[in-house]
């Protein structure tokens, strides 16, 4: 055996060691890591007695190591099937009397092949590393049992490849049935077909083929998270590094020993607070997104919640609401003033639960996606007009003047959803009113050929605004510290709202004031199609 065949085994042997055992270390308990972790020993088990097989010269010993040989592939076989049947998840299930059954075969066919000669009848030393196998009558049998166990284990991962929606899972298998798939065939062809066909020297080359399979499993957990590893791939390096210092100081001279040494112990250090990190940082990663998950369906049950409440509300208030009006009209008889003052109050008390629902229903709609732009040609003018004129009385009852600027120019008509863009600016102008009490509410369009957009701008004279309650005025359910205190009944959605409606149009909406007490200036920026 050359020196590069012995590094390439000893590298094989140590990174399929450090592989399994990081992953059994991941979770001990788990029963995936630790199946993982003892097919990674058998085929570490094969590796070494190959190894010894060729290097030992003793007939008799070699014998012994080639029946093992042989029997502990049966070993590394059951483990493919058992670990199969559990990665990534139990979907397929065999009866515990048919996994009773193909055990005690395993074990039976395990002892017939390890102490007696039905499988390796004599191994026949031909020279140096060279060896040839004469097998016993069961040698036929031992191959189907390869070929039958290998190729079920491989079929029952690959099944459970199409019951996996998930696109990492997905990527996991594949990865991992490539690796395994791979080291198998070529195991097969190096050390049972060929040397059957009186070509020897191809076996003790077999093992090798294991580097594939670690190197491509390496790949999955460094690419896709194969065994949720990000730790392990820590872990991995750090592990292998470690071996390299170590040998390092093993090989060197007593006067580099102490520097040598040195640094292995600072790599330690440095490796243990590494892989600490990580750990935590994982951890971290893990909450969040549990946390994410639980977040995502409180908020559909909140939206689902909020749809079905505000719906059952709008009927009966639509109720209320007409009948009022014509109790106010006189189409049940006169009113004494009194009475009529009471039930105007409840008309506006109405009024704004109704806007309340609706503004809820608008919000359900948008969080669900379920919100539709319907274009048409608009007149901004027109649009705005019909505004105040719904706004009006509101205004006149808190002696506010309520106008629209006359543009500088003529103002295109705009591709917009009417009702949409209406409802925003309502939104804006409904808190203007409510939020001034003296003096009043200027609005006006104009238009920015350059940059070809269309601004309607909303100028009052009212509370005005801090920077803090500017930065949060577009979310939803965020109202100012001195709009709350000047008017406790609104839910802070309106705003929100007309935010998304302007987007939706690929338009900007913001605000701007001087301070408290010096009014607000709100703008609606939306581009010219």
Known sequence: MSELTLVFYIVSITINFLLGFFVFLRNVKEKINSTFFLLVLSVIGWQISLLFFYIIESPAIILWIGRF??????????????????????????????????????????????????????????????????????????????????????????????????????????????????????????????????IQQTAYFGPLATIIFSGITTYAILKHHLFDIKVLATEFFVGILGIILLAEVILSSSVLKIVSLSSFILFLLFGYFLIKSVVNEVGYRKKLESAYEELKVLDHAKSEFV???????????????????????????????????????????????????????????????????????????????????????????????????????????????????????????DNAIRYTENGGIVIEVSLEKEEKKIVIEIKDTGLGMDKKDI???????????????????????????????????????????????KGSNFFIELPIN
Do not use: C
Not at 473 to 487: C, D, M, N, Q
């Open 307 to 429: 749809s079905i409440a505000s719906h059952q509300l709008r009927t009966p208030l639509t109720a209320i609401k007409g009948y009022i009006s014509m109790i106010l009209e006189g189409s049940y008889g006169s009113l004494q003033e009194k009475t009529k003052e009471s039930l105007t109050k409840v008309y506006q008390a109405n009024e704004r639960l109704i806007k309340l629902v609706n503004d809820l229903l608008d919000l359900s709609r948008l969080e669900s996606g379920k919100i539709e732009i319907q274009k048409k040609k608009t007149s901004l003018d027109v649009m705005i007009t019909n505004v105040i004129e719904m706004l009006k009385i509101q205004a006149q009852n808190k002696n506010l003047y309520l106008k629209m600027k006359k543009p500088r120019e003529l103002i295109p008509q705009l591709d917009i959803d009417e009702q949409k863009i209406s409802q925003a600016v309502l939104n804006i102008i």
């Open 69 to 198: 040989n042989f029997a502990i592939v049966l070993i590394m076989l059951f483990y493919l099937l058992k670990f199969s049947l559990i990665f990534p998840n139990e979907s397929i299930k065999i009866s515990k009397k048919l996994f009773s059954t193909i055990s005690l075969w395993l074990v039976l066919f395990f002892l017939l092949t390890l102490f007696t000669s039905l499988v390796d009848k004599m191994e026949i030393v031909t020279g140096l590393a060279q060896r040839e196998t004469v097998y016993g009558p069961l040698y036929i049998l031992y191959i189907f049992h390869y070929i039958i166990f290998a190729a079920i284990g491989i079929y029952l991962i690959s099944k459970k490849l199409k019951l996996i929606t998930d696109k990492l899972e997905k990527y996991q298998l594949i990865y991992f049935i490539g690796g395994i798939s791979t080291s198998l065939v070529l195991g097969f062809l190096s050390n049972i077909l060929l040397p059957l066909l009186g």
């Open 471 to 517: 930065q949060d005025l577009f979310e939803s359910f965020s109202r100012g510290k001195v709009a709350t205190k000047h008017w406790t009944e609104g839910a802070g959605l309106g705003l929100y709202i007309a935010k998304k409606f302007v987007e939706m149009h690929n338009g900007k909406i913001w605000a701007e004031s001087d301070g408290i007490g």
